[in-house]
């Protein structure tokens, strides 16, 4: 993982048929969600590149497939949610 401090990011609504994706880290607005089902996939953006990373960082195809099942539901659950 990179040493750089992690900003994660939440779906916020805007009352209307939009969403707001919002830092965590500074409470800035990072995206505009025109339809608001796909918030929680847009806010899950920096969880799915950190799942991607440690990904192709396994060594084995068993440490991958044992990080995986570990951790693919806690995220699925993150963007269904």
């Given at each position: 993982m990179s040493e750089t401090t992690q900003?994660?990011?939440?779906?916020?609504?805007?009352?209307s048929s939009q969403?707001?994706?919002i830092s965590e880290l500074d409470g800035r607005t990072v995206a505009v969600a025109y339809d608001e089902k796909?918030?929680?996939l847009l806010a899950a953006a920096p969880e799915l590149r950190d799942f991607v990373t440690s990904c192709t960082e396994c060594i084995s195809e068993t440490e991958l497939l044992d990080f995986i099942q570990n951790n693919a539901?806690?995220?699925l659950d993150r963007i269904e949610s």
């Open positions: 900003d994660y990011w939440y779906a916020s609504s805007t009352g969403g707001l994706i796909d918030t929680n539901e806690q995220l």
